[in-house]
């Protein structure tokens, strides 16, 4: 099981993380990949970018050093009606968007209302994948997000970084498991917040061949794969 492609990465400009871009797009060519998203954190997290930030990564080349980008972000989730920490003008213009849950950003409460954030959130037109929902400090419906996912064309996220966490492995293989069921597309990502991690997927990729899961539904194995997924999402591929 191969993946070319890291959907989830950041940079110094997420406050954070300690690696520059262009130390991250060197990475990912070198752990062999053909495409990596840049994602650094949207502005409700302490550290990070102000909104010109993402409105300026429109000066980010398709393609640097051999390796296909995308501009991205990782968006806040700050309220359970599904409010994100972008306005909608340079949200609209990136090519990615992924929404997650941060504790330093708003307070777990219970699985019901988390269930009902994740629901608000799916229904955002612009987010295209649900951010590390296998972190247990906001447990959830899995089926009934999993099934919202397909509803509304979005992918749910296996991340590397979380299955350093046992109880969290669990919850991360429940997930899994009820995608592979409903044939909804997962993404497996590093979260790398150093390059040492740029294209770092071991952890996701032994737990997915431990339930044999489809190869077919990771949308980022590949450029051809997430070229589709994208355009499934009704958004234009830049490298075309």
Same mark, same amino acid.
């Given at each position: ?47 990070? =970018?102000?909104? &010109? ?6 000066? /980010?080349?398709? %393609? ?13 989730? &700050? ?26 950003? &708003?307070? =777990? ?34 089926? +009934? ?49 150093? +390059? ?13 061949? %431990?339930?044999?899961? =489809?190869?077919? /539904? ?23």
């Amino acid at each position: 099981m191969k993946i070319r492609f890291d959907c989830h990465t950041h940079t110094i400009a997420s406050g954070h993380a300690y690696s520059t871009l262009e130390e991250n797009i060197k990475a990912a060519g070198t752990a062999g990949l053909n495409g990596l998203a840049v994602t650094d954190h949207g502005p409700a997290m302490p550290g990070g =970018p102000h909104d &010109i930030y993402f409105m300026n990564l429109r000066s /980010l080349p398709t %393609e640097h050093l051999g390796v296909k980008l995308l501009r991205g972000i990782e968006a806040n989730i &700050i309220d359970y009606e599904g409010q994100l920490d972008l306005p909608e003008y340079p949200l609209k213009n990136l090519d990615f968007c992924i929404a997650s849950f941060h504790e330093i950003c &708003i307070a =777990p409460i219970n699985e019901q209302t988390h269930t009902q954030g994740w629901l608000n959130v799916i229904k955002n037109k612009y987010v295209d994948l649900l951010g590390h929902p296998g972190r247990g400090r906001f447990p959830f419906d899995i089926r +009934t997000v999993v099934q919202a996912c397909g509803q509304y064309n979005k992918a749910i996220e296996i991340n590397n970084h979380t299955l350093n966490r046992e109880n969290d492995r669990e919850i991360c293989r429940e997930i899994a498991i009820v995608c592979k069921e409903l044939q909804v597309p997962v993404m497996v990502n590093s979260d790398a917040h150093f +390059t040492h991690s740029v294209g770092e997927f071991s952890r996701s990729v032994n737990l997915l061949e %431990e339930i044999d899961f =489809p190869e077919e /539904l990771i949308a980022n194995r590949s450029l051809e794969s997430m070229r589709e997924f994208l355009i499934k999402r009704g958004k234009r591929c830049r490298w075309e």
